[in-house]
C-alpha cells in the first residue's frame, strides 16, 4: 500500500486462513486511518478540526481522534513536550519536501510558534471535544500516525489468529511471532541503518520478537543551504531543527504508537534527558534504543543482549 507518504507493507507467515480477508481488513483500517489524520487531504477529521475550530470554543471529535489525541498529549507532558503534534503550522513554514526549501526567517518562526503548544489545548471527555486556546494552530499526524496505524493493523492480525508476520509501514515495523526463517528462537533479525552512510551499512544487527522498532533521523528527510543540514525533526520550543547531537535513535518497544513518539522525542530530547524519559515510560512498556550521536553508539541493556554485533 502506498499510504502515509510511503510504501506500507503486511506479510503473513504460516496462516492458513483467509489471507485475503485478512490483508483486506489491514489495508481498510489503515486507510481509515490515512483518511482521519491526512494533512494533505482537506476532508480528513484532523484538517477539518484545524480549518473549522474556534479559539477557546469546543470542537466536538470522534471518539477514535479524541482518545488517539489524548494519549499523544499524555505523552507529550510526560517528555515534557519534545514530542508536540501542535508542530504543524512550523512544519508548514520549513516545508522540508518542497522543490526548492528555504530556511525561515526568525520573525515567521516567531509568529509561528505563537500557533504551537500543547498546553494550548483542553480535553474534554463527556462529550468529546476539544478546546484550542489560540488561533490557526496546526495539529500534525505525521509523528504518530504510522505508529497509530501499526497497532491498529495488529489488533487486526491477532483478532484473526494469524501467529507471524511483519508490519512495515516505511521503516517503521513490528515483528509479530517468531522469525519464520528461523528455528524459533533467535527472533527476527533487524538491521539498524548507520546514519549518512551508504544506504546497507549498519549500526546495529538486533534480534527480537513480538516487538515494534522506530528510528528517527536527520539523514532521510532534510534540505541543505550553505552546507547546513536542516531536517524535518522540529525542537518545538525553539522551532527549528532538534540538534542535539542525535544523529539516529531507533526505540523497539511492545507498544507501537509509544515506538512512534518516543522515537521523535529522543531525537528531541537528546542522549540524557531521552535516557530518563525512558527510565520513567519502562514502568510502563519495554523500551529499548539504539542511539548514535556524534561521538559514540549506545545501546540500552536490552538492545546490547539482541545485538548480534555485540554490545
Ligand atoms: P518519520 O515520520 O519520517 O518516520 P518521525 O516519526 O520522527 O519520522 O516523525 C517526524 C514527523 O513528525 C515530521 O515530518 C513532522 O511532520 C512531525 N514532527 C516534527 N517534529 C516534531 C515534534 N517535535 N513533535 C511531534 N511531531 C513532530
Ligand atoms: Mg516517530
Redesign the pocket.
Known sequence: MFL?N?VCEVVLYDYSGDVTGVLDACEQRSLDIQNMLNRYDNRSELSRLNQNYCPKVPYPLSKELFFLLQSVWRF?RLCDG????T??K??GLWD?TAEDPAVPREKEIESSLAACGYQKVDFWETDYSVIIQVPGMEI?????G??YAIGQVLQVLQKAGVSSALINY???MFLLGENPEGTGKEGWRVGIQAPWEEKGKCLASLCFSNLGI???AGY??YFRKEGKAYW?????VRGRP?DTGIKSVSIISDNPLIT??M???F??LGLEKGEEVARRLRDYVVLEYVAQTEEKLILSEGAKIWNQYGG
Open positions: 502515509y510511503t507529550s519534545a514530542f508536540d503534534a508542530v504543524g512550523l512544519v522540508f500534525d499526524g505525521g509523528g504518530f504510522k505508529g516505511g521503516g517503521n522506530a528510528t528517527s532521510e528527510r524535518h525533526i522540529l525542537d518545538p532538534a512512534d513518539l522515537s521523535t522525542a531525537f528531541v
